[in-house]
């Protein structure tokens, strides 16, 4: 058997796949299909510090190839979040990664405090790029903006921090070198792309929101070339997601540089994906005769 694991600002995986923000649900509904406990880490939906509904349906839209969502982040709130969601997750035995995203830069590092004090995460995940948030800041698309805040955050916690960077940046390598530099532990590459769809027959945008984010295999190879490009220029690892569709998918973003990958949309329409991917990526290795899955990280740059 090969060796699968890998580790993420001195936090050890068993395996490199976990669930993208945003598209798995902690309950008891998914254990009918397998255990979180399999996976590489686990992942919240990203918080808030306070209850906010989200926007307006329609949310999602079939797309071809993908999924334009604009669900814009409904959250209960981080008191919520640790009395009902943060015990489950932590009860996997697996790193818990927790998502989070603010207004403000003060109630950004609020809720990051808040989640650190808990003693419950192993990592922060810091939501800079939503795209269908009307009333969001776009952190992850200011060089200032980006530095500034994950500076802050960085500052205000001892948990290692991931900066989750958006695609739609002119470089994202380089903004990917500012987060590094501002502190981040961690790359997420990337979030969604903005997109929308219009109904011709009424003549009007389809989403309640009107734009949202499009994910899913559409997106895959534009996610493998921001990996790629990103990798040549920081020295963190990265977590590359965008269009997992299959284990090849996911080899194709380790081979690129990510350390580790998220599924996302994926998870809506297989279930098993995620396991899939980690089995996909045992019998390849096996097949290859390696015996460790950090020995292809970056390998197609060599
Ligand atoms: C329905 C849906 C909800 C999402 N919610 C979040 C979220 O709350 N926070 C976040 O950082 N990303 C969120 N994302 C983005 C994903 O985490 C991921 O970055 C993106 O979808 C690309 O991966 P994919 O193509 O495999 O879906 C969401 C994506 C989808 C499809």
Known sequence: MSDLSVTIAG??????????SGTYDYSERHDNFFSPAELGAVVNKT??????????????YEAPCGMLNAIGIPTAGVKDFIENTLPLMRGYGV??????AGNTSEEFCKLAEIITETGKADMLEL?????NLNEG???????????DIVKLISESTTLPVIAKLSPMVTDIAEMGLIAEEAGASALAVFNTYRGMVIDINTMKP????????LSGPAIHPLAVYSVYSTYKRVSIPIIG???IASWKDAVEF????????AVGMYNFVNPMIMIEVIEGMSRYLHEKGISNIRDIVGKAHR
């Open 11 to 20: 936090v050890r995986l068993p395996n490199p796949v976990m669930p993208a």
């Open 47 to 60: 918080i808030f510090l306070n209850h906010k509904p989200g926007n307006k349906p329609p949310r999602v």
């Open 95 to 100: 790193p818990v990664i927790v998502s989070i």
């Open 127 to 131: 939501n800079l790029s939503c795209p």
């Open 137 to 147: 800041v776009e952190w992850a698309r200011d060089k200032k903006l980006l530095y």
């Open 206 to 213: 389809v989403l309640g929101n009107i734009a949202g984010g």
């Open 241 to 243: 997601m965008g269009g």
């Open 254 to 261: 380790i081979l690129a540089g990510a350390t580790a990958v």
